[in-house]
């Protein structure tokens, strides 16, 4: 008797440092959605000095990141996790690596607002920038919620809306080459908005990068590398 209660201790205690890792990973997330917002908002505005500040911030997803993955390791020190334990370990350390490079990506847009906010505006206030900015802004909350929430079913359909954010940054890329050779003027900011646009679209990528992670925490396949039609049937069985 005395064995089993301290091994339901010992449980919740595991249990309880999980949990508190998870609701670090969920912080981590929500501060890299607000970089992310306000970067896009010094480029819509032309606020440099919002730009600088996203820039100046970085720091902090660093040093959490680096936080959450010392906790991780001390985890598996102590408790030695196997099976799904492990896994959901496992994803959240490939997590909040994700999350530190969507950190990047808004730090570069940062600065790059900051730099064309000093140049001719467009009069469309980069509308298109702007749309992007809201597909992979919804993909990452989506991403995190699904994460949260242990949502598979989520996760798929987040991944699915990548390619929509694929697509807007190639017909953006289109129009960018042909605004450069109508107006050699152009070319410097043309070229700041087209690494605008990559950073937004690489943002999308480590979302769908997560929701991966969330498929691989709930059913223990890694689909990283699989056809998404084939991923989703695989997902179907198994909740069958």
Wanted: hydrophobic share 40%; with cysteine; net charge negative.
């Amino acid at each position: 008797m005395e064995h089993q209660d301290i091994s339901h201790h010992w449980s919740r205690r595991f249990n309880a440092e999980l949990e508190a890792v998870r609701s670090n990973v969920m912080a981590m997330g929500g501060m890299v959605e607000e970089q992310l917002r306000r970067a896009v908002e010094a480029l819509e505005k032309g606020d440099s000095e919002l730009g600088e500040e996203v820039v100046r911030d970085d720091h902090k997803v660093n040093r959490l990141e680096v936080s959450i993955d010392e906790e991780c390791s001390r985890i598996i020190a102590r408790r030695q996790p196997t099976a799904s334990d492990l896994r959901l370990i496992m994803a959240i350390i490939k997590t909040i690596t994700d999350l530190e490079r969507i950190g990047d990506e808004a730090e570069k847009i940062g600065y790059l607002a900051s730099r064309l906010a000093s140049q001719e505006r467009p009069v469309d206030r980069y509308r298109a920038l702007r749309h992007i900015g809201e597909l992979v802004g919804s993909m990452l909350h989506q991403s995190l919620d699904a994460f949260a929430r242990l949502d598979p079913g989520l996760a798929m359909q987040v991944m699915r809306e990548d390619k929509a954010v694929d697509e807007e940054y190639e017909a953006l890329s289109r129009q960018a080459i042909t605004l450069m050779m109508e107006d050699p003027r152009s070319i410097r900011r043309v070229l700041d908005m087209l690494w605008v646009a990559r950073a937004l679209e690489r943002i999308g990528d480590h979302a769908k990068n997560i929701c991966e992670y969330v498929v691989y925490m709930v059913h223990g396949k890694d689909i990283r590398h699989v056809d998404l039609d084939d991923a989703e049937r695989q997902v179907r069985n198994e909740n069958g």
